[in-house]
C-alpha cells in the first residue's frame, strides 16, 4: 500500500512557465517532507523539504507548499528550466519511529522543454 | 570528499545465480539504506543499519535477499538465488547522526537484470 502517491507519472512543462508537481500521503503522522532529484544513471540528490509545522518553504527557484488538512504537497518550479528535466521523488518520515526511515513516492519524470 | 560508492555499477546474470552487490558509505556516516527503484513501487527502502546494527528490514522482499554490514565502511546486499522481477536499479544511501532528520547520500545505483 503505498503511503506516498505521486499520481503524474510524468510533465511536460516550457521553459520559463511554472513546472508543478504533485504529491498525496496517507499517513497523518508524516512530520517532515522531502522532495529529491534525480538524473538518469545518477542517484537522487536532496532538493528541498519542509516540516509539517509550516505550510510553505521557499529555496531559489523552488518552493514546497503543504497541505496537512488535504495531506497533499507540491513542488513549485519558477520559472523552468531545462536543467531542471529529471524525475522527481516525493519523501515522507514518520514521526516517532526510526528517525531517518523515509517513505518515497513513484515519482514523477519532468520534461521542460527549450 | 568522495560520496557514497557503489559496486558494481552494472550487473547482469542468469536467473537462480548469486548476486552480491556493495556499498561503501560516506566516511563519518553512521546510518545506512538499501533501496530498489522500480517503475511500479519508485524508491522502496528494503532495510537500513545504525551503526553497523540492522534496525528495519520489514521493507526485504523475501528470504533471497540479505544484508549485512560487518563495519562501518562497507555494507553488502545479496540476492540468492536471484530470479527476473528482482531485476531494477538498487541504491545504497548513507546519513550522519541519528537523531532529527539528517540527509541522506545515495550512491550512483546498481543496474541489475536478471535474465
Known amino acids: 500500500d503505498q503511503q506516498v502517491k505521486q499520481n503524474s507519472p510524468s510533465l511536460s512543462v516550457q521553459e520559463g512557465r511554472i513546472s508543478i508537481l504533485n504529491c498525496d500521503y496517507t499517513?497523518?503522522?508524516?512530520?517532515?517532507f522531502l522532495w529529491y532529484k534525480k538524473y538518469p544513471a545518477e542517484g537522487p540528490t536532496f532538493l528541498i523539504s519542509?516540516?509539517?509545522?509550516?505550510d510553505k518553504n521557499e529555496d531559489g527557484r523552488f518552493t514546497v507548499f503543504l497541505n496537512k488538512s488535504a495531506k497533499h504537497l507540491s513542488l513549485h518550479i519558477v520559472p523552468s528550466q531545462p536543467g531542471d528535466s529529471a524525475v522527481y521523488f516525493c519523501a515522507a518520515r514518520a514521526y516517532g519511529g526510526a528517525t531517518n526511515k523515509l517513505i518515497f513516492g513513484t515519482g514523477t519524470l519532468l520534461a521542460v522543454q527549450p | 570528499d568522495a560520496g557514497v560508492i557503489q559496486s558494481p555499477r552494472h550487473e547482469v546474470t542468469e536467473m537462480g545465480q548469486e548476486v552480491t552487490l556493495r556499498c561503501k558509505p560516506i566516511s563519518g556516516h553512521n546510518s545506512l539504506f538499501w533501496y530498489r527503484q522500480t517503475m511500479m513501487r519508485g524508491l522502496e527502502l528494503l532495510i537500513y543499519?545504525?551503526?553497523?546494527?540492522?534496525?528495519?528490514d520489514s521493507g526485504m522482499p523475501e528470504d533471497r535477499f540479505s544484508a549485512k554490514m560487518p563495519n562501518a565502511s562497507f555494507s553488502t546486499l545479496k540476492i540468492q538465488p536471484s530470479e527476473p522481477r528482482d531485476s531494477a536499479v538498487y541504491f545504497c544511501?548513507?546519513?550522519?547522526?541519528?537523531?532529527?532528520?539528517?540527509?541522506?547520500?545515495f550512491g550512483p545505483g546498481t543496474r541489475l537484470t536478471v535474465l
Open positions: 544511501a548513507s546519513s550522519a547522526g541519528t537523531t532529527n532528520y539528517n540527509e541522506q547520500f
Open positions: 499517513n497523518s503522522m508524516f512530520d517532515y
Open positions: 519542509i516540516s509539517s509545522i509550516k
Open positions: 543499519f545504525n551503526n553497523n546494527v540492522p534496525i528495519d
